[in-house]
């Protein structure tokens, strides 16, 4: 009932920021996650407008946790952050949205903000950016960003993987192959390095190695309950 109270009060005054502050709280409170989270950032806008960092940031705090993949929030952290002077939490904050677009195939997104973390002097960002670059088939730049990674980290699994998919691009075997097993020495059940190794002893030809490392994520498939995974490599073989 007080929910309805409160929304018939904001139909008659939508910028009374104390109702729509209560209204979210009850939706919150009711299970009502996503009405919440468009009030919260309603009124966490209205606080960023004018000039209210720390309500602004309370605000969309409150977004997140309760829906930690909102990328708009998450991007109004990033400028309350950089408004602040905290670089280091605006490119986390960048970083997760490019992570985000990222897995949703979204390379437009996680490009340009994945750039925007690189700006603030991320690290990690250089990788979101070479893999954005390598499905563009931007061989020679994503080489760059891998390579920039591997300089500060040397033992990225994740990089010395795409650097071996890069060389295996290029056309350049034997630096391929130094990646693929570069990444397997530093962690040999990597399963994303046993599956581009697979791929490429499979593309290569080398039957043997490609069994036996097919053979090994069979295994983990079969352990990690991936009965339809486990079939498909099995395939393979």
């Known amino acids: 009932e007080a ?5 018939e009060i904001l139909k008659l005054d939508s910028e009374d920021l ?31 407008n004018s000039h209210l960092f720390k309500k602004a940031m309370e605000m969309f705090k409150k977004v997140v946790v309760m829906d930690p993949q909102n990328t708009a929030a998450h ?28 897995a949703k195939d979204d390379l437009d997104n996680a490009f340009e903000y994945a750039g925007k973390a690189v700006e603030l002097k991320s690290i990690e960002a250089h990788y979101i950016v070479g893999i954005v670059l390598f499905k563009r088939q931007k061989w020679a730049e994503a080489k760059v960003e891998f390579d ?3 300089r500060f980290k040397l033992n990225h699994v994740g990089a010395q993987v795409y650097l071996g998919k890069v060389y295996a691009a290029m056309d350049q075997s034997d630096k391929a192959v130094e990646a693929f097993q570069k990444a397997l020495k530093t962690d040999k059940d990597n ?16 039957n043997g190695e490609a069994i036996q490392t097919l053979s090994t994520l069979i295994d983990k498939a079969v352990a990690g309950n991936e009965m339809a995974r486990a079939v498909e490599l099995a395939r393979n073989m």
Request: aromatic share 8%; with cysteine.
């Open 18 to 48: 104390i109702v729509a502050a209560k209204l979210a709280e009850l939706e919150e409170k009711t299970g009502r996650i996503p009405d919440a989270v468009q009030q919260y950032i309603r009124i966490g806008e209205s606080f960023l």
């Open 3 to 7: 929910v309805e109270i409160f929304s």
């Open 191 to 206: 399963v994303a390095a046993l599956e581009a190794w697979a791929e490429y002893c499979i593309k290569k030809k080398n």
């Open 148 to 150: 920039i990674l591997l």
């Open 75 to 102: 991007l109004q952290l990033a400028k309350i952050y950089i408004k602040q002077g905290s670089e280091n939490d605006a490119k986390k904050e960048y970083l997760n949205v490019s992570e985000s677009a990222l």
